[in-house]
């Protein structure tokens, strides 16, 4: 047994290395089952291969046997929306995909090699469906204009899959809204009905839930609206067994359960909890149906998942180890979740719904470090500006091969997830565990805005983007401070995407942290209008306010028109790809630290988009990021060659 040695907060040796990281987890989504209604064998999930660039294959899981069903070079992916999601659809022995790298939908059946059934350059596919009584997909469109700044075309379209007709062949269903996600047939096949929703709003602000009959040609007759608004966000509709419609909606400013039912919309379970998460990826499903019209569903209560029978407007707990699923299946006598919990990584699994027996099929870490290297994160609340309460995850620095009395507190890295509708969960991380095994803590923030606590607390992000999310930052490191858990002169705070513009904005118009990291960060706000892509091209209007009016708010919120108020080491990641947060907001940012002498690194990333998928991308920015805290916090300088150069390091760090 190794003798526990004394080490200085930052420096603790650890057994989880970045490669560790970046090799150990797969990314586990978009879950679904196979096979007929009341015989259903076959699993089917997407791994995500960070050792293979990232590429995303189709498992299928039949009994104890796991087969691959995309192999390489084959990446089931799209970029409907940039964000993606739905990418398969099953019928049978047969899937259809959309392979990310011709953006066309394949057809793959039996053993048979992978065809393509689109045209090349017909648009990105998503959310797409199985008509087998019409031989045909009913999926998301997205065209792109092939040249220009001119965004592209969303539509609901049928694509033929009969053999014997014109394969791929595609025709209009729907046009007109500047969005669509979710066509889902009844079980009959004669009613489809879909979300759409429109400009300036985003799917979690305001849909509209519509249904149509499906005439013997395959048209639809008159759409008529069923539920949703312009502050009405309606997601998840799928039919029952017998044939009835049932949604979430935030009618009652929780995602709730309904049901259409004879033109009438019943509440099925009215509670403060929450059955939906914001759509930024499509496909994603957290209920379903029993045989007998049972719904079993994950909701969430402050932040926590839970697992539920719902019948008869009763929820009966489904005993498990998960406190975040993410999403479920029901297949006969069963559920099939993706879960995870704070000793427990990401997993997929089946629990059965007679005898409750948990069955672990896979696992997105296959060797879990010891516990003894393990933080088991704290629920904590705490008070904000405005009189609110915010929540978050705090992570203390834990391992078992060095005294927990190192004679000073430690470091702690404030995390503001991106999103920013995002929510932090307290499933085991590794990347997480690769700071607290090291000796920082790690405080992972629930601000204002966040989803999971209701209508009303993502609401108070609304027109406060970079005040709300800041503040519930700076408030809850100063919380750690005051209980004695943190070294106030050595705060960090980090963040990707819309965190990374909370990172700058904490940075560079308050004094609280000490350094910072931003991965692929907002730092110009009129820059995100005008190079974004269609799906958030016009979300600032809720976060900042709607322009011209909001110019100023825009200019007095950007870190970029204040760059010489930043004065604290920085450190930015950039993917080169990154079509979300173009490139030359941090390149812009990294230059005017680097021209005023502050302390700052920057690491380019050829390749990646919005958000790093490579295995050795992975452990390169974990690496350069505690290289950077380690040098400009005056701790001894790690061995060997550095993974990145820091601009204007004082001599003598």
């Not at 110019?551 to 004065?567: E, G, M, N, V, W």
């Not at 805290?629 to 003598?652: E, K, S, T």
Request: hydrophobic residues 40%; aromatic residues 8%.
């Amino acid at each position: 047994m190794m003798t526990p040695t004394p080490s200085a907060h930052g420096l603790w040796p650890s057994p989880i290395s970045a490669a560790l990281v970046a090799e150990g987890a797969q990314q586990l989504t978009q879950l679904t089952l196979g096979g007929a209604a009341d015989t259903i064998a076959d699993i089917f999930v997407l791994a995500g291969r960070a050792s293979e660039g990232g590429r995303n294959t189709l498992l299928r899981q039949r009994g104890q046997q796991v087969s691959e069903i995309t192999p390489a070079p084959l990446n089931v992916r799209n970029r409907v929306h940039e964000y993606g999601g739905g990418a398969y659809a099953l019928d049978g022995d047969t899937v259809y995909f959309s392979n990310f790298s011709d953006d066309r939908i394949y057809l793959q059946s039996g053993a048979a090699p992978a065809a393509p059934l689109t045209a090349p350059a017909g648009g990105r596919y998503a959310d797409f469906i199985v008509d087998q009584k019409r031989k045909r997909l009913i999926g998301v469109r997205e065209l792109h204009p092939a040249a220009g700044h001119a965004h592209p075309q969303n539509t609901l379209c049928a694509i033929n899959i009969d053999a014997g007709g014109a394969l791929g062949t595609t025709s209009v269903l729907v046009e007109g809204s500047d969005f669509y996600a979710a066509p889902r047939l009844s079980p009959d096949g004669a009613q489809l009905a879909w979300l759409s929703w429109e400009h300036p709003h985003m799917p979690w602000q305001g849909t509209q839930l519509w249904l149509a009959d499906v005439r013997l040609d395959g048209s639809l007759g008159p759409a008529r609206l069923v539920a949703g608004a312009a502050d009405i966000a309606i997601c998840q509709p799928q039919w029952s067994p017998s044939g009835a419609l049932h949604f979430v909606s935030d009618s009652s400013g929780w995602w709730n359960l309904y049901c259409l039912a004879d033109d009438r919309i019943d509440a099925l379970c009215p509670m403060q909890a929450e059955f939906a998460t914001p759509h930024w990826t499509f496909g994603v499903s957290m209920y379903g149906f029993c045989a007998n019209g049972d719904i079993v569903c994950t909701y969430i209560i402050e932040g926590v998942s839970r697992l539920a029978r719902l019948h008869a407007g009763a929820l009966t707990p489904i005993v498990n180890p998960y406190q975040e699923i993410r999403e479920l299946r029901v297949g006969p006598g069963f559920v099939a979740l993706l879960g995870g919990a704070p000793t427990l990584a990401l997993e997929l699994s089946t629990i059965d719904l007679a005898s409750g027996d948990l069955t672990v099929l896979a696992r997105s870490i296959d060797d879990v470090p010891d516990e003894k290297y393990l933080s088991i994160p704290d629920s904590i609340h705490f008070p904000s500006n405005g009189g609110r309460i915010a929540q978050a995850f705090f992570y203390p620095p834990k391992n078992a091969d060095v005294p927990m009395d190192c004679g000073s507190l430690p470091p702690v890295i404030v995390i503001s997830h991106g999103g920013p509708t995002s929510m932090a969960s307290n499933t085991l991380k590794l990347a997480t565990q690769y700071w607290t095994s090291r000796g920082f803590g790690v405080l992972d923030v629930n601000y204002g805005g966040s989803s999971g606590f209701g209508r009303a607390y993502r609401d108070a992000l609304k027109g406060q983007w970079g005040i709300v999310d800041v503040d519930d930052c700076i408030a809850g490191a100063r919380h750690l401070v005051e209980r004695g858990l943190a070294d106030v002169e050595h705060l960090i705070i980090r963040g990707g995407s819309a965190g990374g513009l909370t990172t700058l904005c904490a940075l560079t118009f308050h004094d609280v942290f000490k350094a910072g990291a931003s991965y692929y960060g907002v730092s110009d706000l009129k820059g995100l209008d005008l190079d974004s892509h269609k799906f958030e091209s016009r979300y600032n209007q809720y976060l900042i306010g709607p322009a011209p009016q909001a110019q100023a708010l825009y200019l007095a919120r950007s870190p970029i028109h204040h760059s010489a108020r930043l004065k604290r080491p920085m450190i930015f990641f950039q993917g080169l790809d990154d079509k979300v947060v173009p490139p030359q907001q941090s390149e812009t940012m990294f230059k005017a630290l680097d021209a005023r002498g502050v302390p700052v690194a920057y690491l380019p990333l050829a390749g990646e988009g919005h958000g790093f998928r490579k295995a050795e991308n992975i452990a390169l920015t974990l690496q350069a990021e505690l290289y950077f805290y380690q040098r400009v916090f005056g701790l001894a300088a790690p061995d060997g060659a550095a993974p990145v150069h820091i601009h204007n390091l004082p001599p003598g760090i």
